[in-house]
């Protein structure tokens, strides 16, 4: 049997669930529009709403929640014009096909799912069905596209591979060659931004001190004051990157000005070894003053005009369902369901 040759595209997406901060601009959002900007790859960007509600979401907020990702995939580079800009539930071939792939995965491929493990704790009995199938739904996010690569940070790692486990055994069990193993791309100096009260812990909006993130709406000031009130230790920047393994908090600074300038961590530390970190903050905070306060400034326009947010997603899902149909409808095909 010939190799299938698939199109090369990109698809990924990020929950609605509010409150953007640094770590989703460096670890996803930049990324995204590096790769869009590239053009080697046709490029589909999804807030994926309806993984949102595997928990409970109030619904206005989701809604505003939704937009307000739009609002800052666009205020950070992606053009729905040149890229399909979508949230999930518009675009109804990911749920159908996700239906399929529950059919497809086994229980015990769930069951093993390290996120499954930590959000549904002690009390699974309690977590929703939804939550347990959640990477059925992910895989079809991604194979209703043909998706050939997915840009996915280390906590997505797993659920990609078992994208692929699940794309291998439909083929198999077909006896066809019609979904990509798609491969995941995980790379940049800060995929895992940390805390800046804490260089252990990851950058979250659960955190209850909101020192502890910049967020995307923040302001130039905001910014400013969160970077200089950043915790750090009392030794200057060594001059080599191996030298911030047992220092989490220089480390992480590092990694943010090394991923807001697109510059390696060495690079950072050949312009400011031996500097004490009074020296280094003001210099990280006038770098991440100039990327991210003009991104708060355009999220703020686009979330004072709702409706023109709702237009460019209707348009997304209209660009999205061109592919999502007929791979949709060869797959119903494949598995012998009776199409009119």
Not at 97 to 112: E, Q, S, Y
Not at 235 to 255: G, I
Not at 295 to 317: Q, S, Y
Request: negative net charge; glycine residues 6%.
């Amino acid at each position: 049997m010939a190799e299938t040759k698939f199109t090369p595209r990109v698809f990924s997406g990020i929950q609605p669930s509010g409150d953007l901060h640094l770590g989703n601009y460096l670890g996803a959002i930049k990324r995204f529009v590096e790769m869009q900007d590239a053009g080697t790859h046709e490029t589909v960007y999804c807030m994926v709403d309806l993984h949102a509600i595997t928990v409970w979401q109030d619904p206005a907020k989701l809604r505003r929640s939704t937009r307000e990702l739009c609002a800052g995939f666009i205020a950070s580079g992606i053009d729905p014009e040149k890229s399909i800009l979508i949230n999930q539930s518009q675009v109804p071939e990911h749920a159908q096909l996700g239906w399929v792939f529950n059919c497809v995965a086994r229980m015990g491929w769930m069951g093993r799912m390290t996120q499954w493990k930590d959000k549904a704790g002690k009390n699974a009995e309690a977590a929703s069905l939804g939550l347990f199938a959640y990477p059925a739904l992910m895989a079809a996010d991604i194979l209703v596209y043909h998706a050939t690569h997915v840009p996915v940070g280390e906590d997505q790692k797993q659920h990609l591979e078992l994208t692929r486990d699940i794309a291998a055994k439909f083929n198999h069990d077909f006896g066809v060659d019609f979904f990509p193993l798609t491969e995941p791309v995980i790379e940049g100096a800060a995929t895992r931004v940390m805390s800046l009260r804490d260089g252990t812990k990851k950058m979250s909006k659960s955190d209850p001190a909101d020192a502890s993130r910049i967020n995307m709406t923040d302001d130039a000031d905001t910014i400013a004051k969160k970077i200089r009130k950043a915790k750090t230790d009392p030794d200057p920047l060594p001059d080599a990157a191996d030298a911030l393994e047992a220092r989490p908090d220089a480390r992480n600074l590092v990694n943010i000005y090394a991923a807001l300038a697109g510059i390696t961590p060495q690079a950072v530390l050949d312009q400011h070894a031996g500097s004490l970190f009074g020296h280094f903050k003001v210099a990280l905070a006038d770098l991440a003053v100039d990327k991210m306060a003009p991104i708060a400034g355009e999220m703020a326009r686009l979330m004072d005009d709702p409706a023109e947010i709702d237009r460019i997603l209707g348009r997304g899902a209209e660009r999205a369902r061109e592919i999502t149909v007929p791979i949709l409808e060869q797959a119903y095909d494949i598995v012998g369901m009776i199409r009119s």
